[in-house]
């Protein structure tokens, strides 16, 4: 089965539907899980401000892409997007329904659509950060050559 999806803005109750919809499924016998699409609630101890489920409303009802890091650790919409699709892939495997709750439209649509995110660069970061640095007006006359909008 498909994912469902329930979104709206900050503090409109998606949450307290997910989980109530979750609960309602779990009773009928189809497996349900909760799988956040929320970017700020992957990062441990960020609790009160994200609106995380509490440990009670965890303990009803399975949930998925929660403290997967800390904040301190770089995390990217690309590993997002690859281990949120695992939980997806692996309640679905078992036969069940996952369920989206979240209201960052980004993080949805890198589960949801086939987002092209590409990966990082180091090291062709850290040579542009150098030329930024020492010779921003060559750098900008490139990125204008190659995309006038963009410059």
Known sequence: MKPV???GPTASGKS?????VAAELNA???VAELVSVDAM???RGMDIGTAKPTAAERALVV?????LVDPSEEFTVAEFQRRVR???DDIERRGGVAILVGGT???????IDDLGIPGQWPDLRA?????????LPVLFAELAALDPVAA
Do not use: F, K, P
């Open 5 to 7: 999806a329930v979104l």
């Open 63 to 67: 949930h998925h892409g929660l403290d």
């Open 105 to 111: 439209g980004l993080y949805l649509r890198a589960v």
């Open 16 to 20: 307290a539907l997910a989980l109530a």
């Open 28 to 30: 009928t016998g189809t």
């Open 41 to 43: 609630q992957v990062y």
């Open 86 to 88: 695992d939980s997806v």
């Open 127 to 135: 040579e542009l950060e150098r030329r930024a640095a020492t010779e």
